[in-house]
Nanobody
């Protein structure tokens, strides 16, 4: 059973917004650093954002800084995506960190669990 489930993806026009959500089962999400990464067809995984559980510190890839916002409450993690661009098109994955966001730019290293992903398509 995949312990993380993403929702909120879809088709949006350039300049539009989406809000992704992530829920967990089998563990208390609030206890862990959590993040998002994405993967576009034919490309490697890209670390998008991460948020620590200890102090709420947030981290963003340069490609999304100023446009995306990660947040959390006890039960969910969110990714608010504004001013979306066609190059943001990808499958977005919610993930649990076991490295406290220190290596969030390298998803294969940073995360020990992730969901099945939600498709985000930015196109006119």
């Amino acid at each position: 059973q995949v312990p993380l489930v993403e929702s909120g993806g879809g088709l949006v026009q350039p300049g539009g917004s989406l809000r992704l959500s992530c829920t967990a089962s089998g563990f208390t999400l609030d206890f862990y650093p959590m993040g998002w990464f994405r993967q576009a067809p034919g490309k490697e995984r890209e670390g998008v954002s991460c948020i620590r559980s200890s102090d709420g510190s947030t981290f963003y890839a340069d490609s999304v800084k100023g446009r995306f916002t990660i947040s959390r409450d006890r039960d969910k993690v969110y990714l608010q995506m504004n001013s979306l661009k066609p190059e943001d098109t990808a499958v977005y994955y919610c993930a649990r960190s076991d490295r406290n966001c220190d290596r969030y730019k390298y998803p294969n290293v940073e995360y020990d669990y992730w969901g099945q992903g939600t498709q985000v398509t930015v196109s006119s």
